[in-house]
């Protein structure tokens, strides 16, 4: 499971979104960007997956999946790089709330810390009503238990995932193919 290691690191895991611009490519992309990150090490990827919007805006459908990695930066600094990464990859904070968008990069969960701060909560707040977060995060870490809420898999079994179409693989250009994760090779 995720936690602290001796070491100072943690594992942690992003939800990862695109419906704009090519969303399969745009979901590699941002894996190739958080293993290229110097202070996060891709553990494993889930596959992709297509869902539909969450939302009142009328758009595309979204392509997910969730990216567990290891890091020693804090929740902070981790939320710092993830929004690095999508202002590199062409996100422009400030639009509509729900809207489509280019990448989305959301802090899930940072090993076994519970954070509530300005600007920054983890678990993330809707962890536990998104199918399009728990079955990828479940894929990766099948007895995961989540901060505060409980077991990934019982979280899992209160949501719809009807609406979640498999895509295949991420494999991104630059990743090394041991990254590429069957369910539970992520898991800690």
């Known amino acids: 499971m995720s936690g602290a290691a001796p070491s100072g690191v943690e594992r942690i895991h992003v939800g990862i979104g695109s419906n704009l611009e090519g969303p399969r490519e745009q979901v590699r992309r941002a894996v190739a960007a ?6 996060l090490r891709l553990a494993g990827c889930s596959r992709l997956y297509a869902n539909p919007p969450v939302g009142p805006v009328a758009q595309p459908d979204f392509v997910n999946a969730v990216a567990a990695l290891d890091t020693v ?14 202002s590199s990859l062409g996100r422009v904070r ?8 280019v ?34 995060l479940v894929e990766l870490a099948p007895s995961l238990v989540v901060p505060g809420l409980g077991p990934a898999r ?22 090394p193919d041991d990254t590429k994760v069957a369910a539970g090779r992520a898991e800690r």
């Open 94 to 101: 400030g639009t509509l709330r729900w809207g489509p968008r």
């Open 103 to 136: 990448i989305d990069l959301d802090l899930l969960l940072h090993g076994e810390r519970i954070v509530d701060e300005p600007g920054l909560q983890v678990p993330h707040p809707r962890i536990a009503e998104r199918a399009f977060v728990l079955v990828p």
């Open 34 to 39: 958080l293993a290229a990150h110097p202070a």
């Open 73 to 86: 930066l804090g929740p902070r600094e981790t939320l710092d790089a993830l929004l690095g990464i999508e």
């Open 154 to 175: 019982a979280l899992l079994a209160c949501v719809d995932e009807r609406a979640l179409e498999p895509l295949g693989d991420v494999a991104p250009a630059g990743v």
